[in-house]
């Protein structure tokens, strides 16, 4: 209720006055049943753009902080994230994470559509980054179909340094149905959960018409911090690429992100 209210009353009619969004590729959504909307990250309002824009309500896993915060800025924010339905993610990894799963999990077996970046945070200057394979999971697990996104504009609304955002035009293009029922029944390794995880990126780019690292944003907003910062002698170094994908690959666990 309070969704649908939000999305044709409230704020809707002002989003779509002060950002004049266009959308393509209506007819790729299901009218029902379970859906995986995977798209690129650039801002927060990628989450309040694509939800606005579909025929259909989208079911995102937000940051667990958005549900935890304290005092009257902490409930009002807690609550506005419940009744516009999202869910809280632990993105700490380890048991978390696979909570986080299993909520996505059950979002796709109620026959919802979930929303979910696979790059697992916001790109860091508007290239799509490399996915984490915790999309190939809700996939393989789910066997729900994935339909890919491609967010455009948003990373020029709100540039680095600037505190009040700009009002431009933003598009969502959604692409064609992705089916991944071929490898029912194969064994889950890593190298299945990245073949699958590359594809969904692929047309990811090919939609969104961005510049393809692969490279995890999560590493390159790190370096960016870390080079902001005097350096130390004792200073460990940040672990390469490498390193983190064995990680990823030896506990298995998924990181859905939306924030």
Do not use: C
Request: net charge positive; aromatic share 10%.
């Amino acid at each position: 209720m309070f969704y649908w209210f939000l999305k044709r009353v409230v704020a809707g009619p002002i989003l779509r006055i002060l950002f004049r969004p266009w959308v393509r590729g209506l007819d790729n959504l299901p009218s029902d049943g379970p859906a995986i909307i995977a798209g690129n990250h650039n801002h927060f309002m990628d989450s309040i753009f694509v939800p606005l824009l579909a025929p259909r309500p989208v079911v995102y896993l937000a940051k667990k902080d958005y549900f935890t915060g304290r005092g009257l800025k902490g409930t009002v924010t807690r609550w506005f994230f419940k009744l516009n339905n999202q869910l809280p993610m632990d993105r700490a990894g380890g048991s978390g994470s696979q909570a986080s799963l299993e909520s996505g999990l059950k979002v796709l077996r109620e026959g919802n559509s979930l929303g979910i970046y696979p790059e697992g945070t916001r790109s860091p200057d508007g290239k799509l980054y490399r996915g984490r394979t915790g999309v190939a999971r809700l996939v393989l697990e789910s066997g729900a179909p994935v339909i890919p996104v491609a967010i455009i504009g948003t990373d020029k609304i709100q540039p680095a340094g600037r505190l009040i955002p700009k009002f431009r035009r933003v598009g969502i293009v959604f692409g064609s149905s992705m089916d991944f029922s071929k490898y029912e029944g194969l064994p889950t390794d890593r190298f299945l959960l990245r073949s699958v995880t590359d594809e969904i990126m692929y047309e990811i780019m090919r939609l969104s018409g961005q510049e393809y690292v692969d490279k995890y944003a999560s590493t390159v907003k790190t370096k960016l911090l870390t080079s902001s910062k005097p350096k130390k002698a004792d200073e460990p170094k940040p672990d390469d690429e490498q390193t983190q994908e064995s990680a990823e690959a030896e506990n298995h666990k998924a990181r859905p992100e939306s924030e």
